[in-house]
């Protein structure tokens, strides 16, 4: 059965940040994720994952500037040492809330620049090694440009490849099922070939980026294939309710209490 992880930047949003936890554990789920905590210490995130028994799945190193439209440095040359000054503040939470696994945004440069991609290998093979140095795995995602314009990585063999050229032990692929429906389809069969490489998984429908179970895909279909090909990490619920989280979680009744109980990494 999947391990669900509420993703807390877009749910129990009716709530300030910092009470959305208790909101999560009190609608069963035993994770969470987010973008990004670092508008808050790290002692209070790693209060609230505590007193609420959560396991912290997932958040992404700093992004750069996002209110002025960063999403990342990692594909931007001139931001290197930036980019080692961010990975340092992401390591700090990282130790305070226990999370596993880190998410390296690309940024926004063109996917077929030459010193676009050598700055994003470069700083994917740091990052890699410097967050395994703490016993954590890197993962990077692909992102349809429909949601992000512009950003560089958008291809999710591309994604593949770069891990598979860079051979890193914890150099991972985040999965999420709502892009690569957009981008490239065939979902079940992206799964099953990149499965061996797959170090976290995210989920919302498609088109809209709703609860699943709401639009094109066959999302229980997927979240079964999942056990089925030995999936043992997370699933991120990185969608926008339609109507207000509590009310849409109809979806979640079904694998409810089996999150109960479940704990680690």
């Not at 789920?29 to 959560?54: K, M, N, S």
């Not at 998984?201 to 979240?223: H, I, K």
Request: charged share 20%; proline share 7%.
């Amino acid at each position: 059965m999947p391990r669900f992880a509420a993703n807390l930047t877009l749910m129990f949003t009716e709530r300030p940040f910092l009470d959305r936890f208790a909101a999560a554990a009190a609608a069963g789920f035993t994770a969470v994720e987010f973008l990004f905590p670092y508008d808050h210490p790290p002692e209070a995130i790693a209060e609230r994952l505590a007193r609420y028994g959560l396991t912290q799945a997932l958040f992404n190193l700093p992004p750069g500037d996002w209110a002025s439209g960063e999403r990342g440095l990692a594909a931007l040359p001139d931001r290197f040492p930036e980019l080692q000054a961010g990975v340092e503040t992401g390591l700090t939470y990282a130790e305070a809330t226990g999370v596993a696994r880190l998410h390296l945004m690309a940024g926004m440069a063109a996917a077929d620049d030459p010193e676009a991609r050598r700055a994003y290998r470069r700083a994917v093979a740091w990052t890699a090694e410097r967050v395994g140095r703490e016993g954590l795995d890197l993962v990077l995602e692909p992102i349809n440009a429909r949601n992000m314009p512009g950003y560089f990585l958008n291809d999710f063999g591309a994604a593949a490849r770069l891990i598979t050229e860079l051979a890193l032990p914890n150099l991972k692929l985040q999965f999420d099922l709502y892009h690569c429906q957009i981008l490239h389809g065939d979902v079940t069969t992206r799964l099953r070939d990149l499965m061996p490489m797959i170090g976290h998984v995210q989920t919302a429908s498609v088109p809209a980026r709703n609860e699943p179970g709401t639009g094109e895909m066959n999302d229980a279909f997927l979240f079964a294939e999942l056990d089925r090909l030995g999936y043992a990490g997370f699933v991120g619920c990185e969608y926008n309710p339609a109507a207000g989280t509590e009310a849409g979680l109809g979806w979640f009744e079904p694998y409810r209490a089996a999150q109960i109980g479940e704990v680690g990494r």
